[in-house]
């Protein structure tokens, strides 16, 4: 089985930051693009970013100067530092990455189960 699980969500005030984990285990062979979505209540899930196996990013507008996506290869973990958060940030935010499975000739689509991130004074 292959999982990914995010952490490091939580209650900030305006103008803080957090910094989101996502780690993928289980059975997995490697990992192509991964990224970061988020979905506020009664809303579309919309990209936050991705970033590639060459380390290129791509950022929604939103969080442009804000939002740093990163990776660790070695441990199968993608990271989303958030500064100068906005009360609009609010929302889950969920890991997504394309993975192959170890013995198996595919690449699968996954997702985590979703942190919260509230941003209120």
């Known amino acids: 089985q292959v999982q990914l699980v995010e952490s490091g969500g939580g209650l900030v005030q305006p103008g803080g930051s957090l910094r989101l984990s996502c780690a993928a285990s289980?059975?997995?062979?490697?990992?192509?693009?991964m990224a970061w979505y988020r979905q506020a209540p009664g809303k579309e899930r919309d990209l936050v970013a991705a970033?590639?196996?060459?380390?290129?990013?791509n950022y929604a507008d939103s969080v442009k100067g804000r939002f740093t996506i990163s990776r660790d290869n070695a441990k199968n973990m993608v990271y989303l530092q958030m500064n100068s958060l906005k009360p609009e940030d609010t929302a889950v935010y969920y890991c997504?990455?394309?993975?192959?499975?170890?013995?198996?000739?595919?690449?699968?689509?996954?997702w985590g189960q979703g942190t919260q991130v509230t941003v209120s004074s």
């Open positions: 997504n990455a394309f993975i192959q499975q170890a013995y198996l000739p595919v690449w699968n689509n996954y």
């Open positions: 970033i590639n196996t060459d380390g290129s990013t």
């Open positions: 289980g059975s997995i062979f490697r990992i192509n693009a």
